[in-house]
C-alpha cells in the first residue's frame, strides 16, 4: 500500500505539471452533459437537484471499487454530509492517502484542480465523485463519464479504490470534501 502510494505521488508531476488539454475533451461547460452526467446541478432550477430527493447509501463495509460495480449510476448519495465527526475523520483520510500532494492541503488547488470551486470536471454529485476517487479519470472515462467542466487540466486523476479500505472510509472523505467547497450555495447538489 505504502508502495502504491509513493508511486501515485511519483506521478504527481506528470499529472499536472502540464498546462496542455486534452484536445479530445469538449471545449467549454456547455457541451451536453452526457447520460452518465445527469446530476449536475441546474442552473435555472437549482431546487430540483436530484441528490435531495435520492435515498441516502447504505454503509455497508464493502471496498469502493465493490460499491461502485454493484450501484447502479446515480444512486450513490453519502449518509455522511454535514456530520462533524465524518468530516473529521474524512480529513484525516484526506491527508493519510497524498490528496494535498496534488491538491493542496486545504483542497485550493496547485498544480491540479481545486476543490473548492463550482467547476467539476464530470460533475459534483456524490455519485460521479466517489466512482472518480475510486476508478480515477482513466477508469471513470470506460464507465462512460466525459469532462464537462474544464479546470485547467493537467491529467489524470489516479484511482484510489484499491488504497480506501472501505465504502464508510470514501463517505467520510466525501464529507470533508465538502466542507471544502467555497462556491455558490444555488450549485449545491450534494
Ligand atoms: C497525482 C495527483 C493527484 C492526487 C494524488 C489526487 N488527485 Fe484528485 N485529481 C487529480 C487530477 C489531475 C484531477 C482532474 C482529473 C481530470 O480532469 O480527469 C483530479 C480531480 C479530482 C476531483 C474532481 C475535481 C473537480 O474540480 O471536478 C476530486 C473531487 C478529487 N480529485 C479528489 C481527490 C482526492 C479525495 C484525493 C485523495 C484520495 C485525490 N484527489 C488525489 C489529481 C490528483
Redesign the pocket.
Known amino acids: 500500500m505504502m508502495k502504491q502510494l509513493l508511486l501515485?505521488?511519483a506521478?504527481?508531476a506528470f499529472?499536472?505539471g502540464t498546462a496542455a488539454a486534452d484536445p479530445a475533451a469538449p471545449a467549454s461547460e456547455a457541451a451536453p452533459a452526457g447520460p452518465t452526467n445527469q446530476r449536475q446541478p441546474s442552473l435555472s432550477d437549482p431546487e430540483k437537484s436530484p441528490s435531495a430527493l435520492l435515498p441516502k447509501s447504505e454503509v455497508t463495509g464493502k471496498t469502493p471499487i465493490e460499491v461502485v460495480t454493484a450501484a447502479p449510476l446515480a444512486t450513490i448519495n453519502n449518509p455522511y454530509t454535514g456530520q462533524p465527526d465524518k468530516i473529521e475523520a474524512g480529513k484525516a483520510v484526506?491527508q493519510g492517502?497524498?490528496?494535498p500532494?496534488?491538491?493542496g492541503g486545504n483542497g485550493g488547488g496547485g498544480m491540479?484542480?481545486?476543490?473548492t470551486?463550482e467547476?467539476?470536471?464530470?460533475g459534483s454529485d456524490d455519485d460521479t465523485?466517489f466512482r472518480?476517487?475510486t476508478l480515477g479519470?482513466d477508469g471513470l472515462q470506460k464507465n462512460g463519464f466525459i469532462?464537462i467542466?474544464m479546470?485547467n487540466?493537467?491529467?489524470?486523476?489516479?484511482a484510489?479504490g484499491a488504497l480506501i479500505q472501505s465504502d464508510e472510509q470514501l463517505y467520510e472523505?466525501l464529507a470533508y470534501?465538502r466542507t471544502l467547497y467555497r462556491g455558490s450555495a444555488k450549485r449545491v447538489n450534494w
Open positions: 501515485i505521488v506521478s504527481l499529472a499536472c484526506f492517502m497524498g490528496c500532494g496534488c491538491h491540479c484542480p481545486p476543490l470551486n467547476t467539476w470536471v464530470y465523485l472518480l476517487i479519470s469532462r467542466g479546470e487540466i493537467v491529467g489524470p486523476m489516479p484510489f472523505l470534501l
